[in-house]
């Protein structure tokens, strides 16, 4: 089991940058893949980026490929997303996710691969 807890998020102006931070509890956070995902008022959850749990597989979505950035730092059991340039349709609640797994470049880009999930964090872009 793992509690994962987002901060991080606020109000920015169009253009302007946040780093989203998820801290996971437990002692495996090493052995998970990590996701962060958004959803906007009345749409769908959507994948935003994931990395392994080695950090040596990463992939963005299209929306965000080139101004977003995630990272993790294991030994802090932490997961980042730097977030630059953003836009008014970036505006969302943004979760982190996790899934166990034993293979070190193992990615998920769908909600449902994911067992664990934040409360969220709001993000809110002004143009």
């Known amino acids: 089991q793992v509690q994962l807890v987002e901060s991080g998020g606020g109000l920015v102006q169009a253009g302007g940058s946040l780093r989203l931070s998820c801290t996971a509890s437990?002692?495996?956070?090493?052995?998970?893949?990590m996701g962060w995902f958004r959803q906007a008022p009345g749409k769908e959850r959507e994948f935003v980026a994931t990395i392994s749990s080695s950090g040596g597989n990463i992939y963005y979505a299209d929306s965000v490929k080139g101004r977003f950035t995630i990272s993790r730092d294991n030994a802090k059991n932490t997961v980042y997303l730097q977030m630059n340039s953003l836009k008014p349709e970036d505006t969302a609640v943004y979760y982190c996710a996790a899934e166990a797994t034993a293979n070190i470049l193992m990615i998920y880009a769908r909600p449902g691969e994911y067992d664990y999930w934040g409360q969220g964090t709001q993000v809110s872009v002004s143009s």
């Open positions: 437990g002692r495996t956070f090493s052995s998970y893949v």
